[in-house]
């Protein structure tokens, strides 16, 4: 089961709170029903549901819940946990050889991580492999994007449905001029499908848009180290030559924790000894 990324329910309803309190603050809870509109919210999801039909493909639009789902969902690949694997996979191998390694994988979940070890063992060339899984990557790639090209067309269309909305209002209102009364409260309800298509459009899909974006970008970079990884393995490279090449990958702060555990292990390790 996958990780929950916990920030994405936080921020939308971080922005919900927040916006809510600055209609409250100045207009009392009351005043809160004044921003509650029933034939606003009707004009800019149907309109905005129609935009995407037509937009769209039959596939692409039910895949549109699972797109919105994994921007709850965190990453699964842990940058250290990655290296201590490759870093066990080059001992084995060099202890043992490389079909060894089968028995290895047993462990392991991750398919892509699986077929670069599959394509070491079963003796592809270096270059081959490295083809092989930049190919997959590639496609991953271009699946996320035709994926999150859906949400990022939510966020264009959103906005502009509410602006016809407000121009619908406009026009009906400008056809009631007789009584100037009614002018206020009109013009309200007219701005309120604005008010929704933007507050749609910057609250959840542009901001999920680009958490999936950044999803896709920390994937490649992971895939890429395990393609390092696999190439390291499969030539036999000296498991610390390994993982050094790979902390390569680990941010400043990473690298220090990392050397501050080992240190506490060689130190638990000279204790025992003594």
């Known amino acids: 089961m996958k990780k929950r990324d916990i920030l994405t329910p936080i921020g939308i309803t971080l922005g919900i709170v927040m916006i809510s309190f600055g209609i409250i603050s100045n207009t009392g809870v009351d005043g809160f029903v004044a921003f509650v ?25 039910k895949s549109m819940g699972s797109v919105v789902k994994e921007s709850f969902n965190k990453n699964e690949h842990d940058l250290e946990d990655l290296i201590s694997l490759f870093e066990r996979l080059s001992e084995r191998a060099r202890r043992e050889g490389l079909l060894a390694l089968e028995n290895e994988l047993e462990e392991v979940e991750d398919p892509f991580i699986k077929k670069g070890v599959l394509l070491a063992i079963d003796g592809i060339e270096p270059e081959v492999i490295q083809d092989i899984m930049s190919a997959e990557i590639t496609a991953m790639e271009d699946r996320h994007t035709r994926g999150r090209m859906i949400i990022e067309k ?19 209102m400008l056809n009631d001029l007789n009584d ?5 409260p009109q013009m309200a309800v007219a701005l309120l499908t604005t008010f929704y298509g933007s507050v749609m459009a910057n609250l959840v899909f ?18 890429q180290i395990v393609i390092e990884g696999v190439i390291g393995v499969q030539s036999g490279q000296n498991p610390r030559i390994l993982k050094e090449k790979l902390s390569a990958f680990l941010s400043d702060d990473m690298r220090k924790r990392r050397s501050e555990d080992s240190d506490e292990v060689e130190e638990g390790v000279a204790d025992e000894a003594s």
């Open 37 to 61: 509109q029933v034939s606003s919210v009707v004009i800019v999801l149907g309109g905005l549901t129609a935009a995407l039909l037509i937009n769209f493909n039959v596939d692409q639009v």
């Open 154 to 172: 939510a966020g264009e269309f959103a906005p502009s449905w509410g602006m016809i909305g407000t121009l619908i209002g406009l026009i009906l």
């Open 180 to 184: 100037p009364a009614t002018l206020g």
């Open 206 to 223: 542009l901001p999920m848009s680009g958490k999936l974006e950044t999803k896709t970008d920390e994937e490649v970079f992971m895939k």
